[in-house]
């Protein structure tokens, strides 16, 4: 059967819309049903529907006889390394503060797959069970801290990094590990309100970390989004890096013999890969598909453009802070700029068209083919529907930025006038 509710990436919308209370009470009975009533973890990023939504969440899991352990604002990593028969995060990563979601953990902290989350789907209408109890973990995320610096730790005495948290769960988290270590620490976008997750800061907008970089001196700046799976950087001049960059700083420095990436991954890094005799794993969109592809072959690293990064040595999914621990241990005393040279990316135009109805129409499939035969292997045309917001995503690549925004401009106004009524 097709999944009605789950996306990409867990369960995700506007709360009140799309998300109701209801629905999330739920995904938390029918999740613990499906878990086999046990221990059900459950954490939460800082938007303020998310005290309603453990609320819920938690009444479904004690509502199908399950023990709720709930263990407070967590970066969602934490709630996948600490899952118990079941690990569920109550985020809607990098989207906007009105909207928030539902992310399920096996007991080994992996993401669902499709047939587990159409299982889960099956089991929505399950009558409330028994009584379970609840439980709170006081300590979860010293836990999660000590597991880190444990893996991913390295001496950072002298570093100077500026540490944005997008006003999400690494706020009381990311700093203190920083200056743990050792490093110089200035803290951006750390003082969450229920309203600003995400809001001009972190991943999703690294305008105000590359201020406070230009502004001072650093040697490196650091972006989470709101719930911590995704790092993005900015190098020591405040120009950015992507996931790309940051993916093939740590290939190398790793001296992996595979790297699980998206079809979104620029053709520089696949040609960097291939002279370095790095085999390049390619899935679709989604860091739970480069996790399956990363597990299938023994893979130990892969990730996103958008900066998921996962890294298997020492962890169970894509940590932001540990891919960022990586990336300062990766410098060993080197320039940010320089390792990013490495990677020469051919030039990218993105857009996201706003559309009123799903699916692809077949005289935008027909186009995107003909206009990618004309590249000829010069570039590059990717066009698919987002599987958290209303918007097609339209990415083109080609050897010039005036071609590559040329055609990407075509594609989307194609985009926007079949599907935008």
Request: with cysteine; hydrophobic share 45%; aromatic share 4%.
């Amino acid at each position: 059967m097709a999944r009605q509710h789950f996306g990409t990436d867990g369960v995700r919308g506007i709360v009140g819309e799309s998300l109701t209370l209801d629905l999330v009470e739920r995904l938390g009975r029918a999740s613990t049903a499906w878990a086999g009533r046990g221990r059900v973890f459950v954490g939460r990023d800082t938007r303020g529907s998310g005290p309603a939504l453990e609320d819920a969440v938690v009444e479904g899991i004690v509502s199908a006889g399950g023990v709720a352990v709930c263990g407070g604002v967590l970066p969602t990593p934490a709630v996948a390394l600490l899952a118990q028969d079941l690990g569920i995060v109550l985020s809607a990563s990098h989207n906007p503060p009105e909207y928030n979601g539902v992310k399920f953990f096996t007991s080994e902290g992996h993401k669902l797959s499709d047939e587990q989350e159409e299982a889960i789907e099956a089991l929505l209408e399950t009558p409330a069970h028994a009584r379970g109890s609840v439980e709170i973990a006081e300590d979860a995320a010293a836990g999660y801290v000590a597991h880190l610096l444990e893996h991913f730790g390295s001496d950072l005495t002298g570093l100077r990094v500026a540490v944005d948290c997008a006003n999400g769960a690494f706020s009381a988290i990311a700093p203190a590990v920083f200056e743990q270590l050792g490093a110089q620490v200035t803290t951006v976008a750390a003082t969450p309100d229920g309203t600003n997750i995400n809001v001009g800061c972190g991943a999703t907008d690294l305008g105000l970390l590359q201020e406070v970089v230009r502004a001072g001196t650093f040697d490196l700046g650091i972006a989470f989004d709101g719930d911590g799976d995704r790092m993005l950087a900015v190098d020591e001049t405040g120009e950015p890096l992507d996931g790309d960059q940051i993916l093939a700083i740590l290939a190398l420095a790793k001296g992996v013999d595979a790297v699980a990436v998206t079809t979104m991954t620029n053709l520089g890094f696949h040609r960097l890969m291939s002279e370095r005799g790095i085999r390049v794993l390619t899935t679709d969109v989604g860091d739970r598909h480069v996790l399956a592809a990363m597990r299938a072959e023994g893979a130990v690293l892969g990730g996103e453009q958008s900066g998921h990064l996962i890294t298997l040595d020492g962890h169970v999914t894509g940590d932001g802070l540990a891919a960022a621990l990586l990336v300062c241990r990766a410098l060993d005393g080197g320039s940010l700029a320089a390792a990013a040279a490495v990677l020469h990316r051919l030039p990218q135009a993105k857009q996201n068209v706003r559309v009123s109805r799903p699916g692809l129409p077949d005289a935008v499939v027909e186009e995107v083919a003909r206009l990618g035969d004309e590249l000829a292997g010069r570039g590059r045309i990717l066009v698919r529907p987002s599987g958290t917001e209303p918007v097609v995503r339209v990415l083109v690549e080609a050897e010039s930025e005036e071609e590559a925004a040329t055609l990407c401009g075509k594609v989307a106004s194609l985009v926007r006038s079949e599907l935008d009524d």
